[in-house]
């Protein structure tokens, strides 16, 4: 079963352009993750977010987590065509259990 | 440091047929998770072994099975092969629970 949910499910930019994609998930979560995967290989750990943080960076990418609504979103800024890719965010459904991961979403960034 | 090594990168099997798919952890990590990943979807949890035991299962049928060793590498067995088996099956080491390494993966076809 999957935990969380990305929206949109395709996302098409021109680079330069800023990308944002949205996760919403079902249970409360101590930390959550965002992944990116290039062509259907390895997933490449992008960031994690804990529950008592709102907003983290790393580069040009920005996390925001909203424990209220069970959402969190994935800002990459100025985009690159060497961004495309799924990007997929991922939480343990709680404690220690392994991680669950959405359906992905999957951006175009257009030169 | 090699990451996290998955072979053989494809593989053409025939249904009903038994493949074995092997992963070397990450050096240092000591746990390693099994995913599978049908195509435009997210990773599924297959399991996890830790110290040589299957620590968690996700919801696979007991044709899957798996094997940690005492050097930390892992097998996965999948036996009576479906069609509906075809994915990209991914492994994943990491110090204890957190702090995932994926491999490139494991295409795997069965015709």
């Known amino acids: 079963s999957q935990q969380g949910e990305e929206d949109p499910q395709a996302l098409s930019i021109q680079e330069g352009e800023n990308a944002t994609m949205n996760c919403s998930y079902k249970?409360?979560?101590?930390?959550l993750q965002w992944y990116r995967q290039n062509s259907g290989r390895g997933l490449v750990h992008l960031i994690l977010?804990?529950?008592?943080?709102r907003e983290k960076h790393s580069g040009r990418l920005r996390v925001t987590l909203d424990t209220s609504k069970k959402s969190s979103s994935l800002l990459i800024t100025a985009s690159r065509a060497a961004d495309t890719a799924s990007y997929f965010c991922?939480?343990?459904?709680?404690?220690?259990?392994?991680?669950?991961f959405g359906k992905g979403t999957r951006l175009s960034v257009i030169a | 440091d090699a990451g996290v090594t998955q072979s053989p990168t494809h593989l053409i099997k025939t249904r009903g047929q038994q493949v074995t798919l092997r992963c070397s952890p990450k050096?240092?990590?000591?746990?390693v998770s099994w995913y599978q990943q049908a195509l435009g979807q997210g990773p599924q949890f297959i399991f996890q072994y830790y110290e040589e035991e299957e620590r968690q299962r996700g919801n696979f049928p007991d044709r899957f099975s798996g094997h940690q060793f005492p050097n930390y590498s892992s097998e996965l067995n999948v036996n009576a092969l479906l069609l509906g088996d075809s994915a990209l099956y991914l492994c994943?080491?990491?110090?204890?629970?957190?702090?995932?390494?994926f491999g490139s993966g494991t295409r795997l076809t069965v015709v």
């Open positions: 249970t409360s979560i101590n930390n």
């Open positions: 991922a939480t343990p459904i709680s404690g220690n259990t392994p991680l669950v």
């Open positions: 050096s240092g990590h000591d746990t």
């Open positions: 977010i804990r529950s008592n943080e």
């Open positions: 994943a080491s990491s110090p204890g629970q957190h702090g995932y390494t």
